[in-house]
């Protein structure tokens, strides 16, 4: 099984800026895409970003020039930078890696934003 481990949250000032870092273990590891989605007390789960093989990116429109997915590069990793936060991005972070018929998430890190 693939086991996903989130780090990098913490407490920041509206307007600055966080990196979180996904690792995975294995030195096989290997999925289709790998996503970070996030949640907020009261509310859904959702997609910020995701990220395929060939290094395609998808973005939720809220982080649109704001947050950048990318691959470690160390192997097994997955970044999200994510800058000129908002009070509004406060939320659980977590990571996602998607094979053919399977899904796998992190325990999630937690961002905070004070305005």
């Known amino acids: 099984q693939v086991q996903l481990a989130e780090s990098g949250g913490g407490l920041v000032q509206a307007g600055g800026s966080l990196t979180l870092s996904c690792a995975a273990s294995g030195t096989t590891f290997s999925a289709n895409a790998m996503a970070w989605y996030r949640q907020a007390p009261g509310k859904q789960r959702e997609l910020v970003a995701a990220i395929t093989r060939g290094d395609r990116t998808i973005y939720a429109d809220s982080v649109k020039g704001r947050f950048t997915i990318s691959k470690g590069v160390a192997k097994n990793t997955l970044c999200l930078q994510m800058n000129s936060l908002k009070p509004e991005d406060a939320a659980v972070y977590y990571c996602?890696?998607?094979?053919?018929?399977?899904?796998?998430w992190g325990q999630g890190t937690q961002v905070a934003v004070s305005s």
């Open positions: 996602n890696a998607n094979f053919v018929s399977t899904s796998y």
